[in-house]
């Protein structure tokens, strides 16, 4: 009996069958073990067989980036890339030390404790400690940072409850990045500083380029 049933050809994995299993994972590359072993009627290990030991199909997940570049982003980064490469060619190494770039992060009053952090000794008779899943939420605060190649520039924190916008963002480059650049890097501002930082919206406000016109 045995024999006869290792002899008898296998109805899942005819011919027909893995036309079928793979018109179906063509037709839509995130379709699961489940649903295909559904379609055809057929057990999930015997499914999982077919799209992995004879197809050789593997799924894995998209690789995430930050954003979706349509071409004339990309035309526009080529266009500063060359530019930047061109006046690097033509000045060397001093452009790079005229570069200050900023960027802003959260900073919270204080981290919580992870359960790892609370672990301690205890003996057999000690009573059990208690690790809270919730934890009153810190207060935090929005920090923004300025260096060049030789170390930190200005260290700025937003008043609470005030939003970054393009004019807070022009009296700070203003009132507070101009002097510490004037005492931390004395004759910067006479041969001009190439302020680099993103494109997030009070960055790129008119108020604000024209104060970077101003520092080059």
């Not at 030991?53 to 690789?63: E, L, P, Q, S, T």
């Not at 520039?153 to 937003?158: Q, T």
């Not at 393009?166 to 990045?177: A, F, Q």
């Amino acid at each position: 009996m045995d024999a006869e049933r290792l002899e008898r050809p296998s109805t899942s994995t005819t011919d027909e069958k893995l036309e079928e299993a793979r018109a179906i994972i063509l037709a839509d590359r995130r379709v699961t073990i489940e649903e295909i072993a559904l379609q055809l009627g057929i057990s999930q290990g015997t499914d999982y067989s077919l799209v992995h030991d004879i197809f050789g199909f593997h799924k894995v997940a998209a690789r995430w980036v930050p954003r979706h570049l349509t071409e004339e982003h990309k035309r526009n980064r080529q266009h500063i890339c060359s530019s930047l490469l061109g006046r690097y060619n033509r000045e060397g190494d001093n452009i790079l030390n005229r570069i200050i770039t900023g960027d802003e992060t959260w900073v919270h009053h204080y981290k919580p404790e992870t359960k790892r952090q609370s672990m301690q000794w205890k003996h057999p008779s000690s009573p059990s400690s208690k690790k809270f899943k919730s934890q009153p939420s810190a207060g935090k605060l929005l920090l923004t940072v300025f260096w060049d190649s030789q170390g930190p520039i200005l260290e700025h924190y937003m008043e609470k409850d005030v939003t970054v916008r393009s004019v807070n963002y022009y009296n700070m480059l203003r009132n507070e990045l101009r002097p510490a650049i004037r005492s931390k890097r004395r004759g910067s501002l006479t041969q001009g500083v190439l302020l680099l930082h993103d494109n997030a919206r009070p960055h790129m406000a008119q108020l604000t380029i024209n104060t970077n016109l101003q520092l080059n």
